[in-house]
């Protein structure tokens, strides 16, 4: 009979284990339309029925999008900053605490187990003797086990909830990853931009200077005015005083890439100073589908771990509802003399089944319960609110990607033929054709021409960079080299 007791309680208690209060995470719906509005549609485009499914397999998920920009030294700024940037070793060690954390809830899940040794001799005041000797020797020496039985998924709760948590710090840490990436690739097209934009400055200050001279000696001729002179000096210090200002920027995304790939300012300053032309921009870039990003964007897949978390400590708080049943135990031996410790008889042992149950604090524990859910809920909008960002600025830098190609193409345009029209200018000036403002005014032009083609061709390189920045794709696992984590996800799965 007795064991037949024994059976159906050790039954009933897998049973139970077998269960988790509180509710289970679902992925939740979140309504996308099935392309980005402002995706560029091909004119071969086959309708949607009769073409392929479009997976997102383009440029952005087939390697690192800074490859296709065919540059070696933005290449070797950006490992450096994967591998020594500050900000994505804070990150790091941020991860690294959480999934401390998942391990040590864990270990609830089996017996804690401890062990302690005392000896000592103790003194009790006479009136309390007895007419014994006041004075005695202790020794003491016992194992400690304590287990709780996790009936109502408390336990398995508290690990889902930690490691939903680890999940969203590693998805933190990948989205650190691609800020870092690119903020350099952004400042790298920039300082480029800028020496493009100086080295305009400074062929066109040449330029005017030029022109100044030849006005100078014409007058000397007795061929010009004061006033043609001095119009000409004035339109050449405000070309020549672009230059300074371009030079300090340039200075500044210097300083700022070195600080993005940790490393003091001289180490760069040499290798960047030497003018190179803007990254060569890729033919097309494939932005995928809206659900392809909602799979790729860490921030997302942070919100929906942070969530789970959420709705998983929903289950720890539901759990405070029933008791809490653990199994204490203590096996050891004690002794009034060193030598009898550990001998039969004077071996000690314990076994007890502890019960805690707050049900007269029921109020505190629906509280906490009613917070729980009330966190979840804010997560919950949370996420959503954190999809609608994501496409928001995909759609953005989508739009501004075509918009800033367009404008790029025209102003190369523009630009060829404003230098082609000051040439033509100077040459009909010389043989007296036409007056000096029409030779500074076709300077100018050409000035604002090009200034204006190297700024749009930066915008253009800038709005690539970001568009990649909010697909989220073709990003590797990249991590600061040290030793203890091999992969992001290894920890994960444990």
Known sequence: MIKTRLAAAMLLTFVLAGCAVGPDFRHPETPTPERFARKEKPADEKPADEKPSDSGSGTTTDSEFWQSFNDPQLTALIDQALAANNDLRLALSRYDSE????????????????????????????????????????????????????????????????????????????????????????????????????????????????????????LRAGRGTDFDTARARAQFEITASRVPALEAQIAVDEHRLAVLTARSPEVLIADLDAQKSLPTLPADIDPGTPSDLLRRRPDIVAAEQRLHASTARIGVATADLFPRLSLSGALGSQAFRSGDLFKSSSETSLLALGIDWSFLDIGRVRARIAASHADAAGLLAQYQQTVLLALEDTENALVRYARTRSEDEQLARAAADSAQAAQLARVRFEAGAIDLYEVLDAERTQLQAQDAYADSHTRTATAAVALYKALAGGWPQHIPKREGLATLASPLTQ
């Open 99 to 218: 999934n401390a954390l998942l391990r040590e809830a864990k270990f609830d899940r089996y017996p804690t187990i401890t062990a302690n040794a005392q000896g000592g001799h103790r003194l009790v005041s006479k009136d309390q003797s007895y007419g014994f000797p006041r004075g005695s020797r202790f020794y003491s020496a016992s194992a400690n086990a304590s287990w709780e039985l996790d009936l109502f998924g408390r336990v398995r709760r508290h690990v889902e909830a930690q490691r939903a948590e680890t999940a969203a710090r590693a998805s933190d840490l990948q989205a650190m990853q691609i800020s870092i990436v690119g903020e350099v690739a952004s400042t790298y097209v920039q300082l480029r931009g800028a020496q493009e934009q100086l080295r305009v400055a400074r062929a066109n200050a040449d330029n005017q200077r030029e022109t100044l001279h030849l006005v100078d000696t014409r």
